[in-house]
């Protein structure tokens, strides 16, 4: 700068010239790093050869937790990087839920594949911002590939885009966005929605996610504007009570302009019926959206076509490859039947931006909320070229297989009653034997009981399942996305929770005939 400038000039000290010597504070040299990696992989090595070994679950409170990182005041000198690398794998994972475990079902969170942990490395070496094309070329074509690949294995057209982001939330609302530019009017840009003169509706069924009251108040729509399309007894949207609904609603004067379906449900993995709403969505001119975030991948097994077939006609799907792809979180994406979409609904143009537009170069920051942006894709795209579809076809095939095994267990013992069988997720509850209860204390019992028992088997350690509310029955739910679970870990799971359920009723039964 010079004394012409008008702007502001911060002025360093002019007489201390800064030597390289100056990155000794955070810089690892060449054979410190090759040193240090190679003792860091050692270990996660080890401690992936024993992961049997371990309890799935840990222990400790918060306070407990607290007690074993540095003093709270804010470090004001630096540490050996050997020493702190050293001890960070086994605070880790003396502390961590271990999801990678064979023993653990728990919600949709799946084991993650090594390769993705050497992919993260490699991806926080190379640091590219894969917000513009020109900071990350051959970041961008990556993305864009694996993008087209998740597409493939969903079955939607040719020509289709999309975005990695963070999640299945945030791939659900970029949708939920896509689909707000898509069908309302352009003026809400700048006028917002208060400016709006009727009621614009969204439609989804109760068993989808919670990510739809979130974007419908975040996005100004309010909670309000979603409707609840009553489900069958599977659990699924019921398609006549939404035609009903979307006639009905319009005789009203309202504007219908967004339908969700879900392709995997969280509590029991129930598939909507798609097809049906995809038709019903081009009827009534919907923007129609697929949370496939943990069952969209399913729609790639021949054997699942049916159940899935709809999913090609979809307006924007959501999914997850941090769940049934293994990646190590977070990855989510967003696909879009029509490639102006995402750029239509995120892209602004501020001066500053001097990105070449050339039409073959992606600026990824212009198809989603963020701007500055990681890479994401690389590990997916590694699990993809490492598996292969068929790979991932044996994979998904398996965990379903294994959820229908622990099903079948279920149903045949006298101890347990099965519930339901979707997907990879198989729910049920712990019944003693010979309970002398009926009705609405017989439920009232299971329930208090069945939530006492998911509290002891997370304390044992040696499984993880989470529950699921259906009915009102308060149920245990495996969801097994976890390409380590064999046969026999889930063969060993009925007599691993039924032991401690007939320690707790046994202790319960006492307590009663003791109050009598
Ligand atoms: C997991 C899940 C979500 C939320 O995804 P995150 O990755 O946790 O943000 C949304 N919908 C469905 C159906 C899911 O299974």
Redesign the pocket.
Known sequence: MTDRSKGSVDRGPKDTPLTAARSRAIELGPEEFRRLGKELVDRLADIQAGIRERPVTVHGTPAQLGALLPAPALPERGTDPEALLAALPDLLFDHSLLNGHPQFYG??TSSATPTGALAELLAASVNANVGGWQLSPIASEIEKQTVDWLRQMLGMPNGSSGVFV???????MVGFMAGVRAKMPESIRKKGLASLQKKWLVYASPE??T?IQKAADLFGHGTDCVRAIPVDDELRADPVALASMLREDREQGHRPFLLIA?A???STGAVDPLDEMATLAKEHDLWFHV?????GFAAMLPEQRDRFRGLERADSV?V?P??WLYAP??A?CTIVRDPAILPGTFAYRPPYYHFDEEEAETNFFEYSLQNTRGFRALKVWLGIRQAGRAGYEELLRGDIALARELYDRMQGRPDFEAFTHGLSIATFRYVPEHLDLAGSEREKYLNELNEALLEAVKKAGELFVSNAVLGGAFVLRACIVNFRTTTDDVRAVPDLIAKHGKKLHESRTEWRKRGE
């Open positions: 919600y949709v963070s999640g299945g939330n945030m791939a659900n989808t996610h990510w879900t995997g449900t969280v949370d496939g975030a943990y069952g959501a997850d941090h769940k979180i977070e989510g």
